[in-house]
């Protein structure tokens, strides 16, 4: 079992910026993935970027160029670092482990708003 818990979201203006946490415990294989994942009000759930353990990253196009997903291998940790925020990234921001499973975190929201 892996547990995934997510920090730093909150209320910010747009062009505003945030840091989102997701702390991993639990069975860590050393091959796996992580990724953030987001679900506006009526919406579907979307992939926002994802990393390797390698360190290989991959975004949505509407991120692209804003916001970085980056690990701490030490501290299990993953970030999302989220710049020139957009009333559009508002939504309940979700982390997801993936080795032979699947897991995920209970969200963070992130509000945009002036």
């Known amino acids: 079992q892996v547990q995934l818990v997510e920090s730093g979201g909150g209320l910010v203006q747009p062009g505003g910026s945030l840091r989102l946490s997701c702390a991993a415990s639990?069975?860590?294989?050393?091959?796996?993935?992580m990724g953030w994942y987001r679900q506006a009000p009526g919406k579907e759930r979307e992939l926002v970027a994802i990393?390797?353990?390698?360190?290989?990253?991959n975004y949505a196009e509407s991120v692209k160029g804003r916001f970085t997903v980056s690990r701490d291998y030490a501290k299990n940790t993953e970030y999302l670092q989220m710049n020139s925020l957009k009333l559009e990234d508002t939504a309940v921001y979700y982390c997801?482990?993936?080795?032979?499973?699947?897991?995920w975190g209970k969200g963070t929201l992130v509000t945009v708003s002036s």
């Open positions: 639990g069975r860590i294989f050393s091959i796996h993935i």
């Open positions: 990393i390797t353990n390698g360190g290989s990253t």
């Open positions: 997801k482990y993936r080795d032979f499973e699947d897991y």
